[in-house]
């Protein structure tokens, strides 16, 4: 399995002062650093022979403005938003209302999982006991957890990335919006560590430039004002993608949890992944290899899912389709995107 490496994301002049500048000159004294639309790249004003270059964006990410529909789908009118990313060279391969706002479903873990990665990476085996954390709503993912159960950070996060369970992802929003308490405490007053955290969550998304992101819960079940793009969510994976951990647990088919309950007895049980390119309940395209990804689905998002691939010659590919009407729209969807990064 390929690890990709951190890259530094390198921060552009403030935004009011990029503005300014951009106000002062014309299309013939600036072009965007994204190429011209002689390359089929977004991002451009009309190309000229000498330009200076102006850094608005980290040069490493994949920048999207406005759908770029490189191919044909065939069930392109079956899901909400789709793109494809070329992650090594930062290239947009493939883009359907990649900004448009939605409903991101547990992909919402992503950033549960990004925030506790960043505090608790070097602590993963550390115990959590177990709070409050029933989930009132009816039929969604839940793993079972009770009050006064211990689990590890580790089996927290392996719940929360593989099985899609939503009373893990609470048990960690609480814990860590808990252990932040004493430094934020008389900046918040009197709120929960799940609204703690959930502050958290949306400062990181506004610090990584997640514009068409607003979060008010940890775990993704619909709500008014929890909403995400597809552009917003790469730019979320990408950064999970410097965690080895994140990449061995979205890699795994299923795994055996065992923990303490809270009337001591020990308990096992085992979860499998929702994404069926892991679990092998769905074909991989030829000459692609799916490292793994996260699924997300409720009646107002649909089925969700976004994943990294690296095709045969080792490059690697961030894909990812919200909004898709069935779980076969969004496999095929993400199988034809996939045959466009290895073509």
């Known amino acids: 399995m390929k690890c990709i490496k951190n ?3 390198y921060t552009a002049i403030p935004v009011l002062s ?3 500048i951009l106000a002062s000159c014309t299309a013939s004294d600036i072009e965007l650093p994204y190429g011209s639309m002689e390359n089929d790249q977004s991002f451009t004003l009309n190309p000229v022979d000498e330009y200076d270059t ?11 403005s406005d759908n770029l529909i490189t191919a044909s789908l065939s069930e392109e009118d079956a899901v909400f938003s789709a793109a494809v990313y070329n992650e090594d060279d930062a290239e947009v391969l493939y883009s359907l209302n990649a900004t448009e706002r939605t409903s991101p479903a547990s992909l919402t873990k ?3 999982a990004l925030i506790i990665f960043e505090k608790f990476g070097d602590r993963l085996d550390d115990s959590v006991t177990i709070g409050e954390v029933s989930i009132k709503e009816e039929g969604v993912q839940r793993f079972g957890l009770k009050a006064g159960d211990k689990l590890t950070i580790r089996q927290h996060l392996e719940i929360t990335l593989i099985q899609s369970g939503n ?3 609470l048990a960690l929003a609480q814990y860590a919006g808990d252990s932040t308490a ?3 405490l008389e900046e918040d007053g009197e709120i929960t560590g799940e609204e703690r955290f959930v502050q958290m969550m949306n400062e990181k998304a506004a610090s990584l430039g997640c514009t068409g992101t607003h979060y008010v819960n940890p775990h993704g079940l619909d709500a008014a004002e929890h909403y995400s793009t597809a552009y917003d969510q790469y730019l979320i994976f990408r950064q999970l993608l410097a965690y080895p951990e994140f990449l061995e647990i979205i890699n795994t088919p299923s795994v055996q949890i065992s923990y303490n309950t809270a009337d001591g007895t020990v308990k096992t049980k085992t979860i499998m992944n929702t994404d069926m390119f892991v679990n092998g309940g769905k074909d991989v395209p030829e000459g692609v290899t799916v490292i793994g990804g996260k699924t997300g689905s409720t009646a107002t998002a649909g089925k969700c899912l976004i994943l ?3 095709d045969m010659s080792g490059r690697s590919y961030i894909a990812v389709v919200m909004g898709a009407k069935d779980e076969g729209t969004l496999y095929n969807t993400l199988s034809e995107l996939l045959k466009i990064a290895d073509s």
């Open 54 to 64: 102006l850094p608005l964006f980290a040069e490493d990410i994949a920048a999207v």
């Open 110 to 112: 992503l950033m549960t």
């Open 308 to 310: 990294l691939a690296n």
């Open 167 to 169: 009373d893990a992802a």
């Open 18 to 20: 990029s503005l300014f």
């Open 7 to 9: 890259k530094k994301l």
């Open 182 to 184: 004493g430094s934020r």
